[in-house]
């Protein structure tokens, strides 16, 4: 039933008012702060066993590891 209502609100706005709309969620959904990273390196990398990853952690604590450092201690 959600969907009906979405659909029968947005049937009623002008094409200006769905506009306003969208640009307003998208400048709220992109205008968010990144979160930035606060230590890491390539030369101090991330030690699992035998293998080595590139790793950064950010300011709110998530671990971040690159796709092609991940790949490359999947072939060594």
Do not use: H
């Amino acid at each position: 039933m959600k969907s009906k209502g979405g659909k029968a609100r947005a049937a009623k706005l002008t094409p200006e008012e769905r506009s306003q709309i969208a640009k307003k969620a998208a400048a709220t959904r992109w205008n968010q702060a990144l979160p930035q990273a606060i230590c890491g390196s390539t030369d101090k990398p991330l030690r699992i066993a035998d293998k080595e990853l590139e790793c950064y952690v950010l300011d709110d604590g998530t671990r971040v590891l690159t796709q092609a450092g991940f790949l490359q201690a999947l072939k060594s």
